[in-house]
């Protein structure tokens, strides 16, 4: 069975725990918090835009999307606002310097990887390169047929209501009016899209009744009215209806996740619908193993977030193999960010090739996580003298993955025996040894 538990982390926002995988999705510390402590900050944003138009970025182990919103949202609040005078002054509206020729174009794409199909479903404000074919329709009662619908006289459909109120009764009859071929007997048996969304928020809002009455569910699942309905709002109508009885655990999860997305990250996400007209943006989600995914990918990117499962849970998207993959991909000036601090990884890292070095959180005051690159003047924090004695101890020894297709099972039994059958120190000894040395 599919199962997964939310929970609140410290920072108010939803992390996820799988007690198939016995593992947690997302720090206790702060999901949101985490992925802007761990990936965005550390990847300094503003430094990079102040040089950069075009962006590329890789997001290993989407989940649910943090990393990749935190980054937008970043993005929208730091960069976009921030340098330009374009204020969204409301949800539905924006400054009119949306049309300022001046505002620079912005080229951001996402490549984001993950194997979970279910979980992207649970990102509901994620906003998709879907979103483009919004961006310039806006959703109002100016469309002729649904202004009709909305104010047509009871008893004479075609005489238009002087008073626009729109009763619960009036309405409750239009809808099956409209359900049962009004539309289709006038010939216009199709509704645009827009409207059928509109129509569907009016009767989720003033008639809910509608969505029980037996014969529009009728109508609705009968295949033989299909070809007069927008599948749209068929879909629509048969969520909101299910939604009123099935309280299935996904579907709890689904509105609870929906919540906190709203609290945290909607507000980006409608200016994301905004911003589009602005920026050529581009989200690319892929439901494949990443390894196969990197393979079968010719981008090059400036920044790679990378957050698998622990290497002792997830080793496949962490050996030397995946690594030296993730070289050919990665800019000359580019970043791999991942929030692992593992002597095995490090080691991995330095295998390949990269240039490695440590991710100082500033709220917590303390190293949390690696950085990797190919150009060493971007490393910040050096591994220190005992980071570096570390790898060269058994906890150090690196995954392996010649072929990069080995189960998680065969990795870690291939690197089990490795680390058995060394003759390096093992990594208590070398710290018991390190704090000897330093008397601490
Ligand atoms: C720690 S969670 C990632 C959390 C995520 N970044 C978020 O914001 O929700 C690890 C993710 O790795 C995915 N995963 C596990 N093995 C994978 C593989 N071989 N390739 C791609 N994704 C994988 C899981 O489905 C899970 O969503």
Redesign the pocket.
């Known amino acids: 069975m599919y199962e997964l538990h939310p929970y609140f982390t410290n920072d108010g926002s939803v992390g ?1 725990f799988s007690p198939a995988d016995d ?4 720090s206790t510390y702060g ?1 949101l918090t985490e ?1 802007l402590e761990k990936f965005v900050l550390p990847a300094e944003p503003e430094k990079y835009f102040s040089a950069n138009r075009n962006i590329k970025i890789l ?11 935190t980054f937008f949202d970043f993005f929208l609040k730091n960069i976009l606002y921030k340098n330009n005078t374009i204020v969204p002054i409301h949800t539905d509206n924006i400054s009119t310097d949306i049309n300022n020729k001046n505002v620079p174009k912005y080229n951001i794409y996402i490549r984001a ?4 199909k279910t ?1 992207s479903f649970l ?1 509901p404000f994620m906003v998709t390169g879907n979103t483009k074919k919004l961006k310039n329709k806006k959703l109002n009662f100016s469309d002729e047929r649904i202004e009709k619908f909305l104010c047509a006289d009871e008893n004479n459909p075609k005489k238009k209501r002087e008073n626009k109120n729109i009763t619960r009764q009036s309405l409750r009859t239009n809808c099956s009016n409209y359900i049962s071929g009004f539309f289709i007997k006038n010939n216009n048996p199709k509704l645009s899209s827009e409207t059928n969304i509109i129509f569907l928020q009016e009767i989720i809002k003033n008639a809910q009744e509608v969505l029980t009455d037996p014969t529009i569910n009728h109508l609705l699942s009968e295949k033989t009215y299909k070809e007069f309905f927008d599948r749209t709002i068929v879909d629509l109508f048969n969520f909101e209806r299910n939604k009123r009885y099935k309280y299935t655990p996904l579907r709890r999860l689904d509105t609870f996740l929906h919540n906190i997305y709203y609290n945290h990250l909607s507000n980006s996400y409608k200016k994301a619908l905004k911003v589009l007209k602005l920026c050529d943006f581009n989200l690319d989600l892929k439901i ?4 196969s ?1 990197v393979q079968n990918d010719n981008n090059l990117y400036n920044f790679i ?1 990378l ?3 622990t290497p002792a849970k ?1 080793p ?2 962490w050996t030397l193999d995946f690594f030296r993959l993730l070289y050919h991909h990665l800019d000359d000036n580019g970043l791999i960010l991942t929030y692992s601090n593992s002597a095995a990884v490090r080691h991995a890292f330095l295998q390949a090739g990269f240039n490695v070095g440590k991710i100082y959180n500033t709220s917590a005051g303390k190293f949390m996580g690696t950085v990797a690159t190919k150009n060493s003047t971007l490393i910040k924090n050096n591994l220190t003298e005992y980071d570096l004695g570390l790898t060269k101890t058994k906890a150090g020894i690196v995954y392996r993955d010649k072929y990069l297709n080995a189960t998680n099972e065969a990795i870690i039994n291939a690197h089990r025996i490795s680390v058995e059958n060394s003759d390096l120190e093992s990594s208590s000894s070398y710290i018991k040894r390190a704090r000897r040395k330093n008397n601490v």
Not at 61 to 68: A, E
Not at 288 to 291: C, F, K, N, P, Y
């Open positions: 996820l593992d947690i999705y997302h999901a992925a997001d290993i182990c989407f989940g649910i999307g943090y990393n990749s919103k990887v993950d194997t979970d979980l990102a494949e193993d990443a390894r995914a977030f957050d698998a499962f997830c496949c998207l």
